[in-house]
């Protein structure tokens, strides 16, 4: 099956400093999704970015899916930020119509 | 709106018993699906459902059932728990893609059912 494998895995920043994630895919994709994981466990969707760049607030996100890779951007980081992002990609054409998460970057804002 | 919701929040069980993760949503999403979550594995897709009546399975199946009689609702069955099953399973929902049985861009994903088998 397609590999998601995600950089750094572990991130410890102090608030206010900026950050870049990486997400590397082995094979075609059609779908790529960034998730945040809250430290209360909570998923939530930050972006769906199967190629191209977009920004919503201090968050950006570019995938550039001939390379296989996409990344996410952090600016002026907040502590509300820390917890784990996650990318997960469904494979193009075929196989189980569902996403395939990374194991995810733990990301830690100190105040 | 409730969004996605799952319960029980916290359950135990003990090796061989049997037990139903339920999962609603109330968005009239066509695609539900159902993923663990363990240390360090990230998320993994158990099974999914396009629609009320189809289901079909992703990458770790085994051990486990699920059924979709309504657009609502999308419980996961555990037949016979081991401890190989302790985690954190997670139900989500969406609109289907367009000509495809994928889930479409935004995901919706339910508080999570923490499973502890003893």
């Known amino acids: 099956g397609i590999q998601v494998e995600q950089s750094p895995p572990d991130l410890i920043l102090q608030e206010g400093a900026n950050s870049t994630l990486r997400c590397n895919f082995s094979?075609?994709?059609?779908?790529l999704q960034w998730f945040h994981q809250n430290p209360w466990g909570q998923l939530i969707n930050l972006f769906y970015i199967p190629s191209g760049t977009k920004q919503n607030g201090r968050l950006s996100a570019t995938t550039v899916a001939t390379e296989r890779y996409s990344l996410l951007y952090i600016s002026s980081s907040q502590t509300t930020d820390s917890g784990v992002y996650f990318c997960a990609v469904e494979v193009a054409g075929g196989g189980a119509d569902g996403l395939t998460f990374g194991k995810g970057t733990h990301l830690i804002i100190q105040p | 709106n409730a969004g996605v919701t799952q319960t029980p929040k916290f359950q135990v069980l003990k090796t061989g018993q049997s037990m139903t993760l339920q999962c609603a949503q109330d968005m009239n999403h066509e695609y539900m699906s159902w993923y663990r979550q363990d240390p360090g594995m990230g998320l993994r897709l158990i099974h999914y459902?396009?629609?009320?009546?189809?289901?079909d399975q992703g990458e770790v199946p085994n051990g486990y059932n699920v059924s979709r009689s309504t657009t609502e609702d999308f419980p996961l069955r555990l037949l016979s728990a081991a401890p190989s099953q302790t985690s954190v399973y997670f139900c989500?929902?969406?609109?289907?893609?367009?000509?495809?049985?994928?889930?479409?861009?935004?995901?919706?994903f339910g508080p999570g059912t923490r499973l502890l088998v003893l």
């Open positions: 459902s396009v629609g009320a009546g189809i289901t």
């Open positions: 989500a929902s969406s609109w289907a893609r367009s000509g495809t049985s994928g889930p479409q861009e935004t995901q919706y």
């Open positions: 094979d075609s994709v059609n779908n």
